[in-house]
């Protein structure tokens, strides 16, 4: 399990008279064919590989570069 800091991007709301809590924690997924089983997130929100890592590059405040962002997606694209 992993905090992939999922409250940043959370909406509270009411579900039947009660306040929904966000999950917390999230099951990480093995990588194997990914470029092969788009959208990407729980949600189906994040369309291709590039947005993906650009994503996690905002939320987890990696700082990579864009030579860096373009490595990770082409071995991602390779698995």
Avoid: W
Avoid at 11 to 21: F, I, L, S, T
Avoid at 55 to 62: A, C, D, G, I, R
């Amino acid at each position: 399990m992993h905090n992939l800091k999922t409250e940043l991007f959370f909406k509270p709301r009411m579900v039947n008279g009660r306040m929904v809590a966000s999950d917390g924690p999230i099951k990480t997924f093995p990588l194997r064919c990914i470029k092969d089983s788009p959208p990407y997130l729980h949600d189906g929100r994040l369309l291709t590989l590039e947005d993906t890592v650009e994503f996690f590059n905002l939320v987890q405040e990696l700082k990579l570069t864009e030579k860096e962002k373009k490595d990770l997606v082409n071995f991602m694209r390779a698995l």
